[in-house]
C-alpha cells in the first residue's frame, strides 16, 4: 500500500494518560501535515514538519501537544495527559518534495481517539 | 469573515441531476485550490484541484475558478447515491502549505 498510513486506526485513552499517534507518508513524499477534526466540526490544521525539522507549529496548541518526525521512521504526534476534549479524528497528510503550496495533500485513514 | 466559506447544506439533489457546491476564500493571494470528498466516518479524499482561471473537468467533476471574485465551485453532472458525502474546499492561504479548509457542505443523493 503506497498511501499514506497511519497507526492506531482508534486509541482509547483515559484521561492524564499520552496518547501517541503515527503517520507514514506516502512513498516518494518528504512533508507530512498533521490537522484535528472535532466533532461536528471541520479540518483544523495543527502542524506541518519535513525531516527533522518543524517548519510549522502554528494550528498546535501550547501545553502538552508535540509532534516530530524524526530521520528514520515515521512523524508522531504526541498528547500528554490527554483531556476529555482532545477526543477526535487526527488526520495525517503528505505531499511530495516541494515548498510549493500547489502540491495537493493526501491524507491517512486518520486515528480515532477516545478519550475516557 | 471565515477565511475559507461554504454553505453547510444539506444539499439535496435527485439523482441524474447535476450538484453545485459553492465555495468563496478570503486571501487574493492564494493561488492553488483543491476539492476534497469525506465520507461519514472516513478521511478526506481529493477529487479536485485548480490553479487558473475557469473551468477544469475530470469526469463527472467540473471546478470553476474565478480568482477575481474569491470563488470557486465544483459541479457534480449526473449525481450518484454514491455521491452522497461531505465536500470540503481547501485553500493554502497566505505564504506556506498549510490547508485552510472549509466547514464542508453535505450533499445528499436522492434516487
Known amino acids: 500500500n503506497a498511501g499514506v498510513m497511519q497507526n492506531p486506526r482508534h486509541l482509547v485513552r483515559r484521561r492524564g494518560q499520552e496518547a501517541r499517534l503515527r503517520c507514514s507518508p506516502m512513498?516518494?513524499?518528504?512533508?507530512v501535515y498533521w490537522y484535528r477534526q472535532l466533532p461536528e466540526e471541520g479540518l483544523k490544521f495543527m502542524v506541518y514538519?519535513?525531516?527533522?525539522?518543524?517548519?510549522?507549529e502554528s494550528g498546535m496548541p501550547k501545553e502538552r501537544f508535540s509532534a516530530e518526525f524524526p530521520k528514520e521512521g515515521p512523524s508522531i504526534l504526541r498528547i500528554q495527559q490527554v483531556v476529555r476534549g482532545d477526543s477526535a479524528a487526527y488526520f495525517c497528510?503528505?505531499?511530495?518534495?516541494?515548498?510549493?503550496?500547489?502540491?495537493?495533500?493526501?491524507f491517512g485513514d486518520g486515528t480515532r481517539l477516545s478519550i475516557l | 469573515q471565515k477565511e475559507v466559506e461554504q454553505n453547510s447544506g444539506p444539499l439535496s439533489v435527485p439523482e441524474g441531476a447535476i450538484a453545485s457546491l459553492n465555495c468563496t476564500y478570503s486571501?487574493?493571494?492564494?493561488?492553488?485550490f483543491f476539492w476534497y470528498r469525506q465520507y461519514s466516518g472516513k478521511s478526506p479524499e481529493l477529487i479536485m484541484s485548480?490553479?487558473?482561471?475557469g473551468d477544469k473537468e475530470d469526469g463527472r467533476f467540473t471546478a470553476q475558478l474565478n480568482k477575481a471574485s474569491q470563488y470557486v465551485s465544483l459541479l457534480i453532472r449526473d449525481s450518484q447515491p454514491s455521491d452522497s458525502a461531505t465536500y470540503l474546499c481547501?485553500?493554502?492561504?497566505?505564504?506556506?502549505?498549510?490547508?485552510?479548509f472549509g466547514g464542508g457542505t453535505r450533499v445528499l443523493v436522492k434516487p
Open positions: 485548480i490553479y487558473s482561471n
Open positions: 512513498k516518494g513524499h518528504s512533508h
Open positions: 497528510a503528505s505531499s511530495p518534495l516541494s515548498r510549493s503550496s500547489n502540491q495537493p495533500q493526501h
Open positions: 481547501a485553500v493554502p492561504l497566505a505564504a506556506g502549505n498549510k490547508l485552510t
Open positions: 486571501d487574493r493571494g492564494s493561488q492553488s
Open positions: 514538519l519535513q525531516k527533522e525539522n518543524i517548519i510549522d
